[in-house]
């Protein structure tokens, strides 16, 4: 891996513009700084920015491991958005950042040899993470987060002072800390174990391309989630009564109409509150606090039930075919490999293996179960303000920095909080109005080459460029938040088998039939309807932006176009492909 | 019973009685705002008039004989009351055949899924008391078609003949809109959005023309305009019935409202909010700087 320094070849810069400025501090010009459109594609709200982002322990992470290319990673918040970037280990290199309002300086080694030294040490520890994790993780770490989990979960907020509230918060963030440390542990861990069966794949010879499949889990927290959903859809089908209930418009009268029956309510306490407390502990988008988990509202459970009712959704089926692939992925991989590389393949093999459930499960204890217990203590807080009369709403909370939460805590009469949160929100909303570039600072070779930039697209997005707008067309926003794909233009019940996962569906009005494909697209653009038609209720409920009202979008767009769709300020741009 | 029922009659406020916008609007002509004045012919009233009170009409709607039931329902002779009473009622609007609005008002909870069931009817702009009377008749036929009676069958009951009708005198509207007292989208109590267009409201229900977008604080300042231009508005056509006006860029271009209209909305809006307990979703028309108000519904966010 090349070691990042100042001296490395300038591809490009970008400093602002006039569209989107940037305020620069000491340092952080020369830094090549990433939007994390990947974790938070939205404008971030202050307290997240503040407390909850997975970058606050990422210099524990380079430190532990002993890596040459990074020493620290820092976050700068930009219009709204949130763009970090990886420091190298440069004893020369001076920027500032900031972490819980405060200023530091990001951690770099004064040995100016550190980089060029350091490796063989990561080189030496990463096969015994590779070999170790998942029985520490079973033993010892999962186990240490779900005691967190219940300290926290079982903690009588309605009757503790604001002050207790306080303290609370604090074990919350050390919890938060803690468990995004072992996060990055796994992360390298995991990393290590694919590496090295890559690595031996390709000395025995063996078929490189089955690297993907042979990723598959067939056992974990995801599948479980799945599964349950599954029982709750067999229930609902075989009862015509059921199926009924889950005809209504929104989930809201789904509930309504559940509640409304014995059966109802047996699914709703057997089925429905089960999961919640079982898999509920995540939003729509985890990293951030402003987003309802599944815990304080039903919604994206009955619909994900709706949409598997729908679609008869075969849960064995998908399990089988998923475990069938993956053992023909393990079988091709042997095919021809003998003797003393057949062990080596096969003890590689079975450490991956090991490690696969470890992708969809530490985003159920730490990127969504974490941040989620983060949000309960943040949001029980809130309740404790609005009865205290400083704040109108639980959620305002979100839209304080760490230190005016604390100041209002101490005083619940400190400053006029409700005002500035209607600023803050203000603000939130007219972020939207700006689009963030892929990237700011100064991109050098090896920057924009850094091994973990592949997650947001890079170097490839670097050299693609920014995109360009051929058509803009205005309708009444919607669903706030911003989303790019492909059109899908749909004028019938019977173009519903069309429509593809992720696309973004256009079409001249919704309704309740409607309902089953908003679990597959993530963006609506709808020709009729206003603020609160079917289409904008319904596209809040599932958090997908929205434009509506938009008149004639149906003749303008053309499926297969790409388009831009800001569900905060109605705009839905046809882009240049 | 009257066989008419006016805003300011208490029974008017019962939605049994006057459907959920009948009542809707007595409830608000009550709370002192100002609703156009109008009448609503009352759930029961086709029932009664009917000369067998209602019984043929029971059979066909029970067996989803549509065509049978929409032929009984504009051309079976009612009982002269009923007419008189309608006319009467009509000619109390103003002079010249004033142009009303005649709407279906669907004594149905569920009104909304109701309306994709195609149980809704609204005429613009309707003169002369036959034509009202005519108007009337469409309105209850409507609650016959196909689709009300299967609708009804799946999820309501067919033995439901409660349809009521609003006859209402139109607001010649130099602008209309929508005023939400609260930002639906971001879910915000601390705001209040407002959409508006030049003529009538109708123009925006399409889609066809994007409204004017306004954020305001409670207090009725203005915190963000979205202007769109508006390519044509839709305004009484002299003869009865709607039209399209063109509108020239430098009319449809400009801002729809001014700020002091804009005030005067959030005033009405948090006044009607208070009474009612919840944030309103509130239909607004103005005709020569006199604001009318002509609906309200609680938000569904």
């Not at chain 1, 550190?114 to 010892?140: K, Q, S, T």
């Not at chain 1, 709706?306 to 393990?330: F, I």
């Not at chain 2, 329902?73 to 009982?79: A, K, M, Q, R």
Request: one cysteine or more; a negative charge; aromatic letters at 8%.
């Amino acid at each position: 891996m090349a070691v990042t320094t100042r001296d490395d070849e300038v591809l490009g810069t970008n400093f602002g513009t006039d569209a989107f400025p940037v305020q620069w501090r000491e340092g952080e010009r020369d830094l090549f700084w990433i939007y994390d459109d990947l974790h938070i594609p939205n404008p971030v709200s202050p307290l997240f920015f503040d407390i909850g982002g997975w970058w606050l322990s990422c210099d524990h992470m380079f430190r532990r491991f002993g890596t040459p290319f990074a020493c620290d990673w820092i976050a700068k918040e930009v219009n709204g958005y949130v763009y970090t970037a990886a420091v190298p280990c440069d004893p020369e290199l001076h920027a500032e950042a900031t972490e819980y309002e405060n200023r530091y300086v990001p951690r770099v080694p004064r040995d100016p040899e550190y980089a060029g030294e350091i490796g063989a040490y990561l080189g030496g520890v990463l096969p015994i993470y590779a070999a170790n994790f998942i029985d520490w993780w079973r033993a010892r770490l999962r186990p240490e987060i779900e005691r967190n989990f219940a300290y926290l979960d079982e903690f009588d907020d309605a009757d503790a002072s604001l002050l207790e509230l306080a303290v609370l918060l604090e074990d919350a963030i050390d919890i938060h800390d803690r468990h995004w440390k072992i996060h990055w542990m796994l992360n390298f861990a995991q990393f290590a174990s694919t590496q090295n069966l890559n690595q031996v794949i390709e000395e025995v010879g063996g078929d490189p391309s089955l690297m993907g499949r042979l990723q598959s889990s067939v056992e974990d927290r995801n599948w479980d989630a799945i599964e349950d959903l599954w029982q709750a859809k067999e229930e609902v089908r075989s009862d015509p009564e059921l199926q009924s209930a889950f005809e209504a418009a929104t989930a809201a009268e789904v509930m309504e109409a559940l509640g409304g029956s014995d059966r109802g309510r047996r699914l709703i306490a057997e089925r429905i509150e089960s999961h919640q407390r079982t898999f509920g502990y995540k939003a729509l988008w985890s990293h951030e606090l402003m987003y309802k988990l599944w815990v304080e509202d039903p919604a994206p459970i009955v619909e994900a039930i709706r949409g598997y009712v729908a679609t008869d959704y075969d849960y064995p089926a998908n399990l089988r075919a998923v475990s069938d692939d993956l053992e023909a992925a393990k079988r091709e991989v042997m095919e021809d490999v003998e003797g003393e590389d057949r062990e080596r393949l096969a003890r590689a093999l079975e450490l991956s293996l090991k490690m696969n459930p470890l992708t969809p499960d530490h985003h159920f204890f730490v990127d969504q179960g974490t941040n989620a217990r983060l949000r309960l203590v943040v949001i029980a807080i809130g309740r404790k303000l609005v009865e205290a009369g400083a704040l109108d709403d639980p959620e305002d909370v979100v839209f304080l920095h760490y230190n005016e939460l604390r100041r209002l805590m101490a005083d619940p009469r400190a400053f006029d909080a409700a005002e500035l949160v209607s600023d803050r929100r203000d603000e939130h909303e007219e972020a939207f109005e700006r689009r963030a570039p892929a990237w700011l600072g100064t991109a050098t070779k090896s920057a924009i080459e850094f091994p973990y930039g592949g997650l947001w697209g890079f170097p490839d997005r670097f050299y693609a460029g920014e995109p360009t707008t051929s058509g803009e067309i205005k309708g009444l926003p919607a669903s706030p938040g911003v989303v790019e794909g492909t059109a899908r233009y749909v004028a019938e019940l019977d173009e519903f088998d069309k429509v593809q996962e992720g696309d973004i569906l256009v079409c001249r009005m919704t309704n309740p039939a409607w309902v089953v494909l908003f679990t597959k697209i993530k963006g609506l653009v709808t020709e009729a309807g206003g603020a609160v038609s079917h289409p904008a209720v319904v596209a809040r409920e599932f958090g997908i932006p929205a434009v509506v009202g938009t008149g004639n979008a149906g003749e303008r767009i053309a499926t297969g176009d790409r388009v831009r769709v800001n569900g905060a300020t109605g705009v839905v741009e046809i882009l240049e492909t | 019973m009257s066989l008419v029922l006016q805003f300011a009659d208490a029974d008017c406020a019962e939605v049994r009685r006057a459907g959920g916008k009948g009542a809707s609007l007595a409830r608000l002509a009550g709370a002192g705002l100002p609703v156009p004045p109008g009448f609503v012919i009352p759930a029961n009233a086709l029932a009664d008039a009917l000369p067998d009170d209602g019984a043929e009409l029971h059979a066909l709607a029970r067996r989803r004989d549509a065509e049978g039931a929409r032929k009984l329902v504009t051309e079976v002779e009612l009982h002269p009351a009923l007419r008189e009473a309608v006319l009467a009622a009509y000619a109390a609007l103003g002079e010249d055949d004033a142009p009303v609005a005649v709407r279906s008002s669907a004594c149905a909870e569920d009104s909304d899924a109701a309306s994709f069931a195609g149980q809704q009817e609204t005429f613009l702009h309707v003169r002369g008391g036959d034509q009202v009377r005519a108007r009337i008749r469409d309105c209850w036929a409507s609650f016959f078609s196909e689709r009300a009676l299967f609708y009804r069958a799946e999820k309501g009951s067919l033995d439901d003949l409660g349809m009521a009708v609003v006859v209402q005198r139109m607001v010649q509207a130099d602008a209309a809109g929508v005023l939400f007292t609260c930002d639906p989208v971001h879910n915000r109590r601390d705001r209040m959005v407002v959409e508006a267009v030049i003529g009538l409201g109708e123009a925006a229900v399409s889609g066809a023309v994007t409204p004017d977008h306004y954020v305001l604080r409670r207090d009725g300042r203005v915190r963000r305009a979205r202007v769109h231009e508006q390519p044509y508005a839709i305004v009484a056509d002299e003869a009865g019935g709607v039209m399209r006006r063109e509108l020239a860029p430098d009319e449809g271009g400009a801002r729809k409202v001014g700020d002091d209209l804009l005030a005067q909305l959030a005033r009405i809006g948090d006044e009607l909010e208070q009474q009612l307990g919840a944030p309103q979703d509130i239909e607004w028309a103005v005709q020569d700087g006199e604001l009318y108000v002509l609906q309200a519904r609680p938000v569904t966010t």
